[in-house]
């Protein structure tokens, strides 16, 4: 395998990794399963270790050096999205009035949301190199679902503010609502960077 | 007699030895800095493409710059390489670009009017003209390969292009390597052409090239490498491809012409052909003075040394 294709390899699995840690983090939050949020922290040092991996491969000569700088940001922002979601997991174990979660069908939209973004990124990533026309096409997608993520998070934060939290719970609670938007955030920055990269030859 | 022929062929392996550690960079230096291929990899092509080129066409240069432009003896040559060889290293030690052609053809040339041997202005104006010419013509060839490289590329997905493309720029390192055998290593050999064996001497100076690129061309690959990431890939390699063929031409056509005033043509005309604001005329305007500076240099020095040489 040349050592491009196992740069585009080891970015496709990050990518994996990122779509499980999403589903993990919805079953956690949906089911108050504090214990599978362990598995999301092993999740993202596995993806620690493929960025690791991945950087070697570009610093020993990977791609042309014009691309590298961008598939290295690549590579970062798929990070990224694997750190966001165990944040997002890290600040959900820190709370323990999960009274909030009870009726709440846009938290589980967001969790929903998060998953339906990191599969359109997973799914397609090897065909969007091949057919860039697809990737403008998901781009667009991907704006959308950020967008409605976005939205709803400010409802989920007014609504917040009207229930009565204990200090702490209530800091970590929005810090778990921010990180959980976040994490859409973020795919849509590693789609950015990926049509920078596929468009960049 | 014979330590003037030994003067002058070392101030030629000399000369050969600059070509090897600068001019590298110009064919095997995006490979190198692109790590398509290692320094030490490259050594081997390098020299196996530098001998092939002056063995099989680097008559024709050899024939103008040795035969044609100057009647050549024993004293003008050692004169001649003497200087150009003592310029080139002075210039390497500065950081000053300067085309070994340039230099080699104002110094024999100098060295020829100063001896009173019969020189060829006609032929002075030919090769004058292929300086002229040739960064023009390797800016029309780079466009002609950019627009062909971005028509072609067009069926391809990102990862097949990234592949052709570094194929391209090792056949494009290699028809400079194979010019840098058939035009530069030429026209360092013209001097001494008539008073050795050509083949022995083309060898000796292969070698010579070797040396000076695997002892100093790593550097400057580094360099380059770092210059051509703010360079896109097709431009890059359709100014490299440019060149490379532009010199080939004049290769052809006996024309002793510089691979770098080349590519400077070649990339010049890609930056223009994107737009008149990425092209830095100030940098051209440099590189121009240089151009005409060094061979008037060269003449100058070459004469007088001659003079003194004749007076001694």
Known sequence: MRAEERVIDNIGKMLILSLSACELLRKAVLEKNKILLEEISRIERDGDDLRRSTARQIYRGAFLP?????????????????????????????????????????????????????????????????????????????????????????????????KDLEFWDGIFTFNFIEALEEISDVVEDTMDTLQVVVLSL | MIEIELISLVAFLLIAFSIGSNDTSNAFGICIGCRIISVRKSIIPLFALVLIGALFQGDRVVKTVGYELVATSVQISAVALIISAVIIVIANIRGLPVSTHQVIVGSLFGSGVAFGTSVSVETLSKIVLSWLLSPFISGFLAILVFLSIEKFLRHYNFLQVEKILKSLLLCSAVVIAYNMGANELATAIAPIARSRDYHSIAFLG???????????????????????????????????????????????????????????????????????????????????????????????????????????
Not at chain 2, 250 to 278: E, N, Q, W
Not at chain 2, 291 to 308: M, N
């Open chain 1, 66 to 162: 014009y691309l590298r700088t961008n598939i290295l940001r690549l590579v970062e922002d798929v990070d990224d999205i694997l750190n966001t979601t165990d944040k997002a997991g890290k600040y959900f174990r820190k709370i323990e009035d999960l009274g909030f979660l009870e009726n709440s069908i846009e938290i589980e939209r967001i969790l929903d949301l998060n998953v339906m973004l990191c599969k359109i990124l997973s799914k397609n990533f090897i065909e969007f190199f091949k057919v860039p026309e697809k990737l403008s096409e998901a781009m667009i997608v991907v704006r959308m679902l950020e967008k409605e993520a976005d939205n709803l998070k400010h409802s989920i934060l007014e609504n917040l503010k009207k």
């Open chain 2, 206 to 312: 292969a070698i010579s090239v070797s040396i000076g690129a695997f002892t100093l061309s790593r550097r400057i690959a580094e360099t380059l490498c770092k210059g051509i990431t703010t360079l896109d890939p097709k431009s890059g390699l359709s100014a490299h491809f440019g060149a490379g063929l532009a010199v080939y031409l004049f290769t052809i056509l006996g024309m002793p012409v510089s691979a770098t005033y080349s590519l400077v043509g070649g990339i010049t005309a890609v930056g223009l052909l994107k737009g008149v604001r990425t092209v830095k005329f100030r940098v051209l305007k440099r590189i121009a003075l240089n151009w005409a500076f060094a061979p008037i240099l060269a003449f100058i020095l070459s004469s007088i040394a001659s003079k003194i040489y004749l007076w001694i």
